[in-house]
């Protein structure tokens, strides 16, 4: 109950304040708190008629001269949602205590209205939260779709309506707070802080989730309207991460990478969208893209997410195709020649003033290249396949790098 929760601190601070001993009732009577602390759980029969009243009553000495620990005074009902949840009694004369009686009760009464809003704030968040899991890890197979519209639409959202998912992610977030914030905030409450900065800059719409994905993303489905991600939208969207990271950078030295997915609607289609921002997130951090903001729908997300996800086999195939290049003493420089090569839209020119060689230098990787794999360099289908081949074989290579680190 909530004023169980603040009675003994609220009359002990307000009677230190007043100087008159204060004393707060139950709904049924008993003493919860008092100036007097070895009084807590006795009854009051005049309590309990101010809260069966609803009213304000004034004792007299001669009122309760004949009642077992009782004292003269002025008492008020504790009014909450039109329901008396318990009563508030300041002893003294009815006369001097009568001034004080009526603010006291205001001050109990908006200090409950207080707790009240934030516990309600706190089973909307989890309630939502519940929504957002149930989202993040919606399986077709296994999960009933309509019990999750109907749970969605008793919180009040539609799920039904089209939205983009946005992912806010926050690399090495906890680490980089807890080093630097020692003994100063929470990881809650810098959750929760975060949380509240994403919700002021990005939610617009009440159709709007956010939520909390992981220690260090966030994730939102912005409602997109009938116009979808027009250009309006992605402009809204890159101010509101602009704003985002000028919070990040201001008081944590820190900067968030962003993905967007594509839109959708429904409970799998949203799902989806969740999905593939994480694709355009892991693809996008391959690439030099800059501002950070990746976009599902982008050619250059495309190509990454096609480079790293076709099916093994064919990446098994393919790669022993061109083995010989691969296993090359000189692939680093080689693979660097035939990136930049295929960045330069296979202008040899171009890519020779790129890597600041000459252009014989080039012709002769570049046939070095076609002497390793057999493919015409020249022939934008045989570029395609040594590109994936080359970007899947520096993706392996960081892997195991990142494997040997953490393991040391």
């Not at 009014?79 to 001034?99: H, L, M, Q």
């Not at 985002?244 to 839109?263: D, H, M, P, R, W």
């Not at 660097?336 to 040899?348: A, E, G, H, Q, R």
Request: glycine share 4%; net charge neutral.
């Amino acid at each position: 109950m909530i004023l169980e929760k603040i009675a003994q601190t609220v009359a002990q601070e307000t009677s230190n304040i007043i100087g008159y001993p204060v004393s707060i009732s139950d709904d049924k009577g008993y003493l919860i708190g008092t100036n007097d602390p070895s009084r807590v759980g006795i009854f009051d029969k005049l309590f309990f008629e101010v809260v069966k009243q609803k009213k304000m009553i004034q004792w007299e000495a001669i009122h309760v001269k004949n009642l077992l620990n009782i004292f003269p005074g002025s008492s008020a009902p504790i009014i909450v949602n039109n329901k008396a949840i318990g009563a508030i009694g300041i002893i003294g004369k009815a006369d001097e205590t009568e001034k004080y009686i009526q603010l006291v009760k205001n001050h109990i009464e908006m200090l409950c209205y207080q707790h009240l809003k934030s516990e309600i704030a706190d089973l909307e968040t989890k309630a939502l939260d519940t929504l957002m899991q149930y989202i993040f890890h919606f399986d077709s197979k296994n999960d009933n779709i309509e019990r999750i519209t109907d749970y969605g639409k008793m919180i009040g959202y539609n799920l039904e309506i089209e939205r983009a998912c946005i992912i806010i992610d926050i690399a090495a977030l906890s680490t980089n707070i807890l080093n630097t914030t020692t003994n100063k905030i929470s990881l809650h409450q810098l959750h929760q802080e975060l949380l509240e900065s994403i919700k002021f800059h990005f939610v617009e719409h009440n159709e709007d989730l956010i939520g909390q994905a992981n220690l260090e993303q966030f994730s939102i489905f912005l409602a997109t309207g009938s116009k979808g991600m027009d250009k309006s939208f992605i402009n809204r969207i890159d101010y509101k991460i602009n704003k985002v990271n000028q919070f990040l950078e201001k008081k944590y030295g820190l900067s968030a990478v962003v993905a967007i997915g594509n839109t959708a609607k429904g409970t799998q289609g949203m799902k989806e969208s969740y999905d593939n921002a994480i694709r355009t997130l892991q693809a996008g951090k391959k690439t030099e893209i800059h501002p950070k903001i990746y976009y599902y729908n982008s050619w250059n997300i495309t190509l990454e997410i096609l480079t790293t996800e076709l099916p093994p086999t064919l990446l098994t195939q393919l790669n022993k195709n061109v083995d010989p290049f691969i296993n090359h003493y000189n692939f680093e420089t080689l693979a660097s020649t035939f990136m930049v090569y295929c960045k330069s839209n296979m202008n040899l020119s171009e890519t020779a003033r790129n890597l600041f060689i000459h252009r014989n230098s080039l012709i002769y990787r570049l046939e070095k290249i076609k002497e390793l794999t057999s493919l015409n360099i020249s022939n934008f289908e045989h570029c395609i396949l040594l590109y994936i081949a080359i970007k899947n074989k520096i993706q392996e290579n960081q892997n195991l790098q990142s494997v040997s680190s953490n393991a040391k």
